[in-house]
Structures are given as C-alpha cells and as structure tokens.
T-cell receptor
Framework: AQSVTQLDSHVSVSEGTPVLLRCNYS??????LFWYVQHPNKGLQLLLK??????LVKGINGFEAEFKKSETSFHLTKPSAHMSDAAEYFC????????????FGKGTRLHILP | KAGVTQTPRYLIKTRGQQVTLSCSPI?????VSWYQQTPGQGLQFLFE???????NKGNFPGRFSGRQFSNSRSEMNVSTLELGDSALYLC?????????????FGQGTRLTVV
C-alpha cells in the first residue's frame, strides 16, 4: 500500500530565508516521487521528480529535494524564499505496476512574510 | 505549444442532474487523467485514459465515468449529482501512459452542486 504524509499544513518563512517542506511516504514498491506547486486559481505545475536516479533532485525555481530511503522522506527545500513562492505544495507518490496508483499529500500552504 | 485546456471553467448544477466536463490535452499527448480536489479530501485520482482506453481507475463510484476520443480529448461525466461532488476537477495530460511520468495540469473546472 502507498501513502504520503505532508507533515505541515502551513509553513511561514520570511523572504530571503530557507524553505523546508516535509514529506514522508510509504510504498511497497520502489516509488516515483514528485513535488507539484499550485498557485491560486491555477492548475498544478511540476517542480521536480525522483525516479530512482540521483537521490538529490534539482527542480525549477531553485527548489530541490532529497530522497532518503532510510527515513522514507522526500523533503522539499529552497535556500532563499521569494514572495512568488507563496502557493500550495503537494508531495505525490506513484508506482509503476500493472495497477498504477498515484497518491497526493494533503498539501502544505507556504506563506512568505515580507 | 498550447497547454491543457479544460472547459467550462465554472459550472453550477442542481442535485440529481448530470454534468459533462471536457479536457483537451497538450498536442501529441495521448494520456489524460482526471482528479478531484476538495478542501476535505484533498486531491484524489479519478481515472486515466490512454489511446481511448481506461488504463487506471481510482476509488470513485460508478456515477463518475469518462471517455477519450481519437484526438485524445477527454470528457468526464458525473451522473446524479450530489452536494459532495462540489469540487475543483483537474485534468492532466501526459506524453505517455503511466502515472509515474510527468503530468501537465489544466486550470480545472470548478463544479458547484446546489
């Protein structure tokens, strides 16, 4: 069975400070992991994905995430927050099988303080 | 290249009615998947179509159905609408089949059932 837990429903950081959005997953199989971002009244946009290649994945807009199998985590980070980063972020786990499944986390809303 | 287009953007229906939502994927993409987003349940996978065939299905009742045409455009139908069906319905297109590949999302159709 698969599941994904985003540990914080809201995160607030000041502009220019680091961002950490936490995600833990469980999967019976080697999963594919994604982070998507959703700005208000918009669809989801892919930030980055992990598919069993390098464990440190770099994405768009300066975001990156590290796959840690021992901790079953895939936390999203950014060294310096920008006002435009204010949005909702979703951690997603998927597995490739005859019976593909895709599970979304509940989302973390990121607030950027001026 | 045009993105994923969903129509209509907003819809208000009455309980018991049925509704059809449309999604046009990115040109050349053959996979279309549908998702329901609500404040309570978050994002949930409905189904995926590839080359006019349903490939994967989430845990939704039979009132939710879909189809895909030869030009890859997809429609989703919900019959006998319930108040709980009020949600943002998102469509995503993929170049290939498989939920582990990158998805490109439309802006969604916001359905309100009254």
């Amino acid at each position: 069975a698969q599941s994904v837990t985003q540990l914080d429903s809201h995160v607030s950081v000041s502009e220019g400070t680091p961002v950490l959005l936490r995600c833990n997953y469980s999967s019976s199989y080697s999963p594919s992991l994604f982070w998507y971002v959703q700005h208000p009244n918009k669809g989801l946009q892919l930030l980055l994905k992990y598919t069993s290649a390098a464990t440190l994945v770099k994405g768009i807009n300066g975001f990156e995430a590290e796959f840690k199998k021992s901790e079953t985590s895939f936390h999203l980070t950014k060294p310096s927050a920008h006002m435009s980063d204010a949005a909702e972020y979703f951690c997603v786990v998927s597995k490739m099988n005859r019976d593909d499944k895709i599970i979304f986390g509940k989302g973390t809303r990121l607030h950027i303080l001026p | 290249k045009a993105g994923v287009t969903q129509t209509p953007r907003y819809l208000i229906k009455t309980r018991g009615q049925q509704v059809t939502l449309s999604c046009s994927p990115i040109s050349g993409h053959r996979s279309v998947s549908w998702y329901q987003q609500t404040p309570g349940q978050g994002l949930q996978f409905l189904f995926e179509y590839f080359s006019e065939t349903q490939r994967n299905k989430g845990n939704f009742p039979g009132r939710f159905s879909g189809r895909q045409f030869s030009n890859s455009r997809s429609e989703m139908n919900v019959s006998t609408l319930e108040l709980g069906d009020s949600a943002l319905y998102l469509c995503a297109s993929r170049a290939n089949s498989g939920l582990q590949t990158e998805a490109f999302f439309g802006q969604g159709t916001r359905l309100t059932v009254v």
